[in-house]
């Protein structure tokens, strides 16, 4: 089985790819750099001794993507691609409707054209708005998101709905993701946002390795036990796993199917604050700070759905996933100083 993962040399999409390949699937990445790098290729390699198929190329564009389906036959697309911060979508959103929509447009016209059936669509639990009550079903009332990020997961579900419509034969996975957090256990895969992280465990990990200086955290005010958010916070190792049991349960013709990927259990702030200090042995600073827009007081999954259809079930706690993380971090900063070093040699 050829699948073709766009946006897979990305945190989430190079996690997967690694757990595809050790399921025995044939992989061709899509990715056009534009928020990931060119040695994760190599780091992949070097995890699972295989090279995937690499394309550059911006999966928006639909001549290229005509293209590359002209040049491979693919069965399958697992589709990461996609701008995904929540906070510049806010100030740039014709960019993020622009982009994030065209992606599937190129990807939908080309399965049409090629007679691609099987489809895995990265979503979110953002699609859940501010839930009325948790933890969150498959059944949930989808919302229109807090931020043109999370509004165009509504948009492209919908788009899936009517495509499944009027493709009886297509198979389509909707995963809704919670909070992706860790690393791969080797370090050489995991979160390295540019720039200032707004996601809480790599802006931890900063302070953890001393390149920030303490973590804001943002209200303490909220209807919850500590008065900080809550999350279900899913180890992208165990969230990888569950676009494999995904991509499994397609090649049973099922049509259009939805599921939550998550532990299924509430996590707050202070308590994850706790858990990476258990983990790792670090301190982290931190104070209050006023609650930031957008934030929903809390979301959790219920996995039961995934459970009972998929057969997935979470294997790592919040806290392997915060010493994951940490060391994956540690590692990472590590390997750009060697990098610095020895480039001022060369100088
Ligand atoms: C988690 C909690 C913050 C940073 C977002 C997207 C979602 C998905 C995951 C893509 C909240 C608090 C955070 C900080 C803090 N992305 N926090 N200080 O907002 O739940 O979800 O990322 O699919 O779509 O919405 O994740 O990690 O930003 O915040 O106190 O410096 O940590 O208030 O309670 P979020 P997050």
């Known amino acids: 089985m050829k699948v073709l993962v766009t946006g897979g040399l990305g945190f989430i999409g ?18 056009n750099l534009y928020n990931s790098k060119i040695d994760v290729l190599d780091r992949i390699e070097k995890i699972t001794g295989v090279r995937p198929k690499f394309y550059k190329l911006d999966c928006s564009n639909s001549e290229e993507m005509d293209k590359l389906f002209s040049q ?6 697992i589709n990461f691609a996609g701008y995904k911060a929540v906070g510049e979508s806010v100030k740039k959103p014709l960019m993020y409707y ?41 059944e949930s009332p989808v919302k229109s ?11 492209i579900e919908r788009i899936l709905k009517d495509m499944a419509f009027v ?10 993701y919670f909070n992706p957090i860790g690393a791969h256990k080797s370090t050489l895969l995991g979160e390295d946002p540019n720039g200032i992280p707004n996601n809480l465990l790599p802006y931890i990990n900063k302070v953890a390795v001393g390149e920030l200086k303490e973590l804001k955290v943002y209200g303490n005010d909220y209807p919850t036990p500590d008065g900080t958010g809550i999350r279900d916070y899913i180890h992208v190792v165990d969230l990888a796993r569950g676009h494999v049991l995904a991509l499994k349960k397609l090649e049973t013709n099922p049509g259009l ?21 258990k983990a790792t042995g670090i301190k982290i600073p931190f104070e209050f700070a006023p609650r930031r827009d957008g934030d929903v007081p809390e979301n959790y999954a219920s996995t039961e759905k995934a459970e009972k259809e998929l057969g997935f079930k979470c294997q790592y706690s919040v806290e392997d996933a915060c010493l994951d993380g940490y060391n994956f971090q540690k590692a990472e900063t590590e390997r750009v100083k060697n990098l610095i070093h020895k480039t001022a040699k060369t100088l």
């Open 167 to 176: 493709h009886k034969d297509w198979n389509i996975a909707i995963l809704r």
């Open 14 to 31: 190079s996690h997967t790819v690694v757990s595809l390949i050790e399921n025995k699937y044939e992989v061709i990445i899509v990715d």
């Open 145 to 155: 998101a807090t931020s043109p990020y999370g509004e165009t997961k509504v948009m």
């Open 257 to 277: 199917v939805v599921y939550n990927l998550g532990t299924g259990k509430g996590t707050s702030v202070l308590e994850v604050i706790k858990a990476y200090e």
């Open 98 to 138: 622009e982009n994030n929509l065209d992606i599937c447009f190129a990807l939908f016209k080309a399965m049409e054209k090629y007679n691609v059936k099987n489809f895995v669509f990265s979503s979110s639990a953002t699609v859940y708005g501010l839930p009325d009550k948790v933890p969150l079903t498959e």
């Open 72 to 77: 491979e036959k693919i069965d399958s697309i």
